[in-house]
């Protein structure tokens, strides 16, 4: 009803009122790039947050999970290993998986040719291996080689909202 | 996993491999070990193949999971015609032949290394036609049989090295095991062989390079397999039976690959796959030498040259892969490769004649499960020989044959 109204009734208007109107969105369009650049300055995450992987070194996340308890999310790669990529390249499809590991995990990359300490203390012998801790950097689970998304889903939700306290994984994975 | 259910599937696949028979279709190669790489047309040389990598390019073994075992097989349903120069067309009968495969493979923990071992049917061919016209022309109302049954089995150890993060190598040795039995009009003026074996060794390198994020490139080069078959016998129509029968001049051939890969979206890889086989060099004259005859009468040995004198073969594989969902997968290719056979010297004993292939194929992945489907039409193609009209060294002048193929894929892999 309002859009039939609207359109006679903008048809019916004199051109040079007609005009006008176009004249006052103009002045808007440069007053909403101006509002969508401040955001993104200020915060420029919003210009990724949901297609871009927060991660974060190891120490950090302990750190920043003590003020903000969360589960850790430990991704063990090397630069060779092509399931580690792809791996990565999955996740990074999925904008739900980004999204929730990013505001309910900390996630972190460690490159064990490069890290061989946090290879020895969690002794890693195969990548990828995905390992959840607390967010005291207690052990959770970890889990050898990719992992298919279905099941990575369940994984995130098994650990983020707190299954694994009470139930083995596998049982919640035939739920 | 339950326990016994892949024992139950390796024992199932060796009974498989019982016969050793397949009828390849690039020569006596198949276009595709495995239904992933059948999928796809056989454009396998640059895409990441996990454990079907120990028969195709070594170098990609090391894309493959922690631990994957995988077990497959491959049916194949050749069409085949003949019709003797002069003569009235008789059909193929009917044939499946089971060309199996099986594999292990895994990385060794973290570090550049990966090992697999399968077996595998290379390939090879078969034809069996029943009471085929023996040369019309010059003996009309004659009728005989003409079967043939090649096969070619290998077992491969394989192993692929990341030198880079972006390069990795591989080689796979190969040993191979092949079998052939013929009969050539048995019971009205020729013979029947059969039980010629052979042990054979040879060996593939491959490497692959990743270029960056979407292209990758891929080669490998296989050696030739000399082939050398004894132990069988040989009965002449007439009844003389010869036992220490031998081939000598039949190889498999040296091969090599190139390949492209092209992620053009996250969901969409393309591949491109260049190959030439060496069968000029390979099949010639394949002569069989029978000595011992049972009747001190008979001549002390026989020599039956064929002469084949098959041409290289240019192989051109395109293939496409899209992701549907994060469980499933779909396939399509297409493969052309000039058939080896001349047609001075077509036989439809051995006709390895289709070129054209079309392929679709599908993965379903199920927790640490994959079950993989491809099938592949070859479409018909059609030779006549215009050799030499001399039926005592070509006896199938004017023979004209049709040969097509249907071939359906299954493999089920299981990751741990």
Redesign the interface.
């Known amino acids: 009803m309002n859009d039939r109204y609207s359109d006679k009734s903008a048809a019916k208007l004199p051109r040079r009122l007609r005009a006008d109107r176009t004249g006052k969105c103009m002045c808007f369009l440069p007053a909403c790039i101006a509002l969508v650049a401040c955001l993104c300055l200020v915060c420029p995450a919003c210009l990724h947050a949901s297609d871009t992987l927060n991660f974060l070194d190891y120490q950090t996340a302990l750190q920043k999970g003590k003020t903000a308890p969360r589960p850790l999310l430990v991704i063990f790669t090397?630069?060779?290993?092509?399931?580690c990529t792809?791996l990565k390249?999955?996740i990074?499809?999925?904008k739900d998986i980004i999204s929730t590991l990013n505001e309910r995990f900390l996630l972190v990359d460690v490159d064990?040719s490069q890290n061989k300490k946090l290879?020895d203390d969690f002794r890693?012998?195969?990548?990828p291996t995905s390992l959840f801790l607390d967010s005291h950097g207690k052990p959770i689970m970890d889990v050898?080689?990719?992992i298919?998304?279905?099941?990575f889903r369940k994984l995130l939700r098994y650990v983020s909202e707190g299954f694994y306290k009470t139930t083995e994984f596998a049982a919640f994975e035939k739920r | 996993m339950k326990k016994g259910v892949f024992p139950g599937l390796i024992v199932v696949t060796l009974l498989l491999c019982a016969p050793l028979n397949g009828w390849a279709t690039n020569g006596m190669n198949m276009i595709g070990t495995g239904a992933v790489s059948s999928g796809m047309g056989g454009a396998d040389v640059a895409v990441p193949a996990g454990c079907t990598a120990i028969a195709g390019n070594p170098a990609q073994l090391a894309t493959t999971c922690n631990r994957v075992l995988s077990v497959g097989s491959a049916l194949m349903f050749p069409g085949m015609e003949d019709t003797p120069g002069g003569g009235t067309r008789t059909d193929n009968e009917f044939q499946m032949f089971p060309v199996p495969f099986i594999g292990y493979a895994q990385r060794i923990g973290t570090s550049r290394w990966s090992v697999g071992v399968g077996a595998f049917a290379q390939g090879g061919m078969g034809v069996n036609f029943k009471n085929v016209q023996v040369m019309p022309t010059m003996m009309p109302g004659l009728r005989d049989d003409l079967m043939s049954e090649v096969g070619f089995v290998r077992l491969s150890p394989t192993v692929a090295y990341n030198v880079t993060d972006k390069l990795t190598m591989g080689a796979s040795l190969f040993a191979g095991y092949a079998t052939l039995k013929y009969d050539f009009f048995p019971n009205t003026i020729g013979h029947r062989v059969k039980d010629l074996t052979s042990f054979t060794f040879s060996g593939r390198f491959g490497l692959n390079y990743q270029i960056n994020d979407k292209w990758s490139v891929g080669a490998t080069y296989t050696s030739d397999s000399a082939i050398d078959f004894d132990g069988g016998k040989l009965t002449t129509a007439t009844g003389v039976k010869y036992n220490d029968v031998k081939m000598d001049g039949f190889t498999w051939p040296q091969q090599v690959e190139t390949g492209v890969a092209y992620r053009a979206t996250p969901k969409l890889l393309l591949a491109l796959d260049l190959s030439w086989i060496n069968w000029s060099s390979a099949i010639k004259t394949v002569t069989v030498t029978a000595t011992n005859p049972d009747n001190s009468a008979a001549p002390a040995s026989l020599t039956v040259p064929f002469v084949m004198k098959w041409k290289d073969q240019i192989v051109v594989a395109v293939g496409a892969e899209y992701e549907l969902t994060d469980s499933f997968k779909v396939r399509a290719g297409y493969n052309y490769g000039n058939s080896p056979v001349s047609s001075a010297n077509l036989s439809p004993l051995f006709p390895a004649l289709v070129e054209h292939h079309a392929t679709a194929g599908f993965t379903y992945t199920w927790t640490n499960w994959d079950f993989d489907f491809a099938y592949e039409h070859a479409f018909t193609n059609t030779k006549t020989n215009d050799g030499d009209p001399n039926p005592m060294t070509n006896p199938f002048y004017g023979s004209k044959v049709s040969h097509t193929m249907d071939t359906f894929n299954f493999m089920v892999s299981y990751r741990f």
């Not at chain 1, 890693?124 to 990548?127: P, V």
């Not at chain 1, 298919?148 to 099941?151: E, G, K, L, Y």
Request: aromatic share 20%; glycine share 4%; with cysteine.
């Open positions: 090397t630069p060779w290993c092509y399931q792809e390249r999955k990074s499809q999925n064990i290879k890693i012998y195969f990548t050898k080689g990719f298919p998304m279905n099941r």
